[in-house]
């Protein structure tokens, strides 16, 4: 089935560490995505990892992926003003070609 | 360069109107994508072009007219919209329309129908 679901808010101080989580559905083998949405604006691709693996760190990002318990979160280190943003996570399904499912996005609340 | 320029950033039309919102990119993908964004809430798919042809079309309106001129333009017709089509669409694109290609997005056209 398709369903991604997302912890809907997230606050935090700056300089500390934010972790965002994510769960999904698919079953099958898949890619899984995180994008940022700043106020206005478009979708930032921050990082992706396949369901084969278990991690992947990216300058201040990493991603970690539980596949047994279908769990992925984002952990921002150093969380800065300028990450307040809203961080949607999604997967693509094998049997539908490159369709990104979204969760419903966590806003990420950065307090100076 | 990871590029997708969408035009225009801001567009306000009647329900009567025709315009249309164009999409651009120069990185030689050739699967492109019109995602529709609702206030608050993720984004949705409304059509994927693979290689310049419709290859999913998400059970969209025909008041909602894709167009892919050539490999680097996507097109998106609008004609009697509603006022419940406002939204921010979002247009992307990735190498191929396959599992595993990373999609990359635009900043969006917002669009109004009063």
């Known amino acids: 089935g398709e369903d991604v679901e997302q912890s809907l808010f997230l606050s935090v101080r700056e300089g500390d560490s934010s972790v965002i989580n994510c769960t999904y559905t698919?079953?099958?083998?898949?890619?899984l995505y995180w994008y940022k949405q700043e106020p206005g604006a478009g979708l930032q691709l921050l990082t992706y990892?396949?369901?084969?693996?278990d991690m992947k760190q990216d300058q201040r990002l990493t991603v970690l992926l539980n596949k047994k318990d279908k769990h992925l979160s984002l952990r921002i280190a150093d969380t800065q003003t300028g990450d307040s943003a809203i961080y949607f996570c999604?997967?693509?399904?094998?049997?539908?070609?490159?369709?990104?499912?979204f969760g419903a996005g966590t806003i990420l609340r950065v307090k100076s | 360069d990871t590029e997708v320029t969408q035009t225009p950033k801001h567009l306000v039309m009647g329900m009567t109107n025709k315009k249309s919102l164009k999409c651009e990119q120069h990185?030689?993908?050739?699967?492109m994508y019109w995602y529709k964004q609702k206030a608050k809430k993720p984004p949705e798919l409304m059509f994927v072009y693979s290689y310049e042809k419709l290859s999913i079309n998400e059970s969209v309106p025909s008041r909602f007219s894709p167009e892919c001129p050539n490999s680097s333009l996507l097109n998106l017709h609008l004609h009697a919209l509603q006022p419940e089509d406002s939204a921010l669409y979002l247009c992307?694109?990735?190498?191929?329309?396959?599992?595993?290609?990373?999609?990359?997005f635009g900043e969006g056209s917002w669009l109004t129908v009063v």
């Open positions: 992307a694109s990735s190498q191929e329309a396959s599992l595993g290609n990373t999609i990359y």
């Open positions: 990892i396949f369901s084969n693996m």
């Open positions: 698919d079953s099958s083998s898949t890619y």
């Open positions: 999604a997967e693509t399904l094998m049997e539908y070609g490159n369709k990104l499912v």
């Open positions: 990185m030689g993908h050739r699967a």
